[in-house]
């Protein structure tokens, strides 16, 4: 049975997504129907760069398993540089204010790097329970077969 606040995590993982469905989804409508193309080009050149950090750190995290510090660095490193070029491609900040680029994705980064954290954590938890478990019953039928 799940904890109460993996069953929390989740939940709040799924109405994330669920709502940012239909924000997607009324803004598609709004560029078709009202012709409001300018926020539909926001929209999906967020939901573009959502996409590519999260198929970007699945990459990173599988090429640099075992080497914790390297991943973090090279992680913000992409999500900063690819942050600065779909900035600049759909001017998400200001011309000449390039910089904010690093300001606007450190709060960003650090909330989902510590959310990541946090579940590892409590995964790991789990896994060295149930192992403790499984030593115990290992323990208890190697003395009642003695």
């Known amino acids: 049975m799940k904890s109460k606040i993996k069953v929390i995590r989740d939940y709040i993982i799924a109405s ?29 050149s967020i939901v573009a760069y959502a996409f590519i950090i999260c198929l970007v750190e699945i990459i990173i995290r599988s ?16 999500v900063v540089l ?17 910089w904010f680029a690093f300001i606007y994705t450190i709060p960003v980064y650090a909330v989902g790097y510590l959310l990541r954290l946090v579940g590892a954590r ?5 896994i060295n329970k149930r192992l403790e478990i ?13």
């Open 16 to 44: 994330l997504a669920v709502s940012m469905l239909i924000v997607f989804w009324v803004f598609c409508i709004e560029a078709f129907y009202y012709h409001l193309w300018s926020n539909f080009k926001v929209i999906s």
């Open 63 to 78: 090429v640099l398993d075992n080497k914790p510090v390297v991943s973090f660095a090279v992680e913000y490193l992409a």
């Open 82 to 98: 690819l942050f600065f070029l779909f900035g600049i491609k759909f001017n998400w900040y200001p011309k000449d204010s390039e």
């Open 122 to 126: 409590r995964d790991a938890e789990f």
């Open 134 to 146: 499984r030593k115990k019953r290992i323990k208890h039928h190697i003395e009642s077969n003695n």
